[in-house]
């Protein structure tokens, strides 16, 4: 996919997972180039979350996992946040008791000694400038001083995004950040990714809302039993035989419409593999 010359930000090699007998994911390649939004798709079970939780460090893995060419093996997840990997989760877990800002707030701080080194040297913005330009990236300037008890599913999964870039992230991997939103909701969350890759942040988002997925990737990858079956432009995917028959059986061409899955991604394998 990087076609430049440059190294993408996230490169994945080989990776594979395993939970006792059972492969949760087999040898899957994938590149997050820089300024570019790749999606991860399949159907349930196919090991999309636990592709992305082998790639932050929470489960082991076999395979090569580098951000901007650095080798990431070994590294336990603080240590490839520090570095500039940051992620979401399926479930958004906010300080109900606390405002927006606030939420943003704690979730800015990293390693004083670093960040005062950063700032010296021009490289960090100061948190409260990294938090107002999250807000005004997602649209939250209005809701800044509310109590995140009070706000909306849609409204929460936008915190909980911009928790994630208040860290100045190198990449950011979102979880099915669409699931439970209604079709406005999602329609809006699409163009505020966007907005955010335009900035030059790359991201690699799982959802299983097609209408959002197809609209707005840079480039598509299928897994399917752990396996990548395709990888490519919307439109190279969506007329995917592979990927047709992973999601439809076989009929027709792969539709948004009649694609949506269940929020939950329910991948398990002994109860273990997501």
């Not at 406005?184 to 900035?199: C, F, M, P, W």
């Amino acid at each position: 996919m990087q076609s430049d010359g440059q190294l993408p930000a996230l490169s994945v090699r080989g990776l594979s997972v395993s939970y006792g007998g059972v492969r949760a994911v087999s040898d899957a390649d994938l590149d997050v180039p820089a300024g570019q939004l790749v999606a991860l798709i399949g159907p349930n079970g196919a090991g999309k979350t636990t592709l992305i939780d082998a790639i932050s460090g929470f489960v082991r893995y076999q395979g090569v996992v580098r951000l901007d060419g650095r080798d990431l093996a070994g590294l336990p997840p603080h240590r490839r946040a520090q570095l500039g990997l940051s992620r979401t989760w399926q479930s958004i877990e906010l300080f109900d008791d606390l405002s927006v800002r606030e939420n943003l707030s704690v979730a800015s701080g990293r390693v004083r000694g670093w960040r005062t080194v950063g700032e010296l040297l021009g490289r960090l913005r100061p948190p409260a400038e990294s938090i107002s330009q999250a807000l005004s990236l997602l649209g939250l300037e209005k809701h800044a001083d509310a109590k995140a008890a009070d706000l909306s599913e849609g409204q929460r999964k936008l915190v909980g995004i911009a928790r994630a870039l208040v860290a100045q992230p190198r990449v950011l991997c979102l979880d099915e950040p669409a699931a439970g939103l209604d079709t406005h909701e999602s329609k809006r969350l699409g163009q505020q990714l966007r907005q955010i890759v335009d900035t030059g942040m790359p991201i690699l988002l799982i959802d299983h809302d097609m209408n959002l997925v197809l609209e707005v990737s840079d480039h598509v990858v299928v897994l399917e039993f752990g396996k990548v079956i395709a990888s490519g432009s919307s439109e190279h995917v969506r007329r995917d035989p592979r990927v047709i028959a992973a999601y439809l059986g076989g009929a027709g061409e792969l539709d948004s419409a009649e694609t949506e899955q269940p929020a939950a991604d329910q991948e398990s394998a002994n109860g273990a593999a997501r």
